[in-house]
């Protein structure tokens, strides 16, 4: 079964529609487009993060909440980064600090979360919190 947030949806609408309308609002994007889903034991977040060094992302879990900092450097150790006053042609990609907090659909076990990034996805991994896990109970017969 598909979990859609039509709310979600509606706030990420509304700040693409806001970004263009009167440019970037302090962080490239607005946020890393996430992905979070219930994997049995755990829930797991996938966020987009390319470009990102794995170093320069935080990631920070309080109560039923994930918080994700970080910031994609608009120089690097690329070849042909322009000089600041440059006069571009064409400014797509988006630079800058981000910050995404994302409330988790149940209750969390802090101590056993895994963070990895791969290929500029970040997965964060967090087993549900023992009391919140399914448990099958046997019937007995009366």
Not at 9 to 21: N, P, R, V, W
Not at 71 to 98: I, M, Q, T
Request: charge should be neutral; hydrophobic fraction near 35%; aromatic fraction near 6%.
């Amino acid at each position: 079964m598909t979990y859609r947030n039509p709310f979600g949806e509606l706030q990420d609408e509304l700040e693409q529609m806001l970004d263009g309308a009167f440019g970037p609002s302090g962080s490239w994007g607005v946020h890393p487009r996430i992905d979070v889903f219930d994997a049995g034991e755990a829930f797991v977040l996938k966020a987009e993060v390319p470009g990102i060094d794995p170093g320069d992302i935080e990631v920070t879990i309080e109560d039923d909440t994930v918080t994700l900092r970080g910031e994609r450097a608009s120089s690097g150790p690329e070849k042909d980064v322009p000089e600041r006053d440059a006069a571009y042609h064409r400014r797509e990609r988006r630079f800058g600090r981000f910050r995404r907090v994302v409330r988790m659909p149940g209750r969390l076990a802090h101590d056993e979360a895994r963070a990895e990034c791969r290929n500029g996805v970040l997965t964060v991994r967090i087993p549900k919190a023992k009391e919140s896990r399914p448990r099958r109970v046997a019937v007995q017969a009366a």
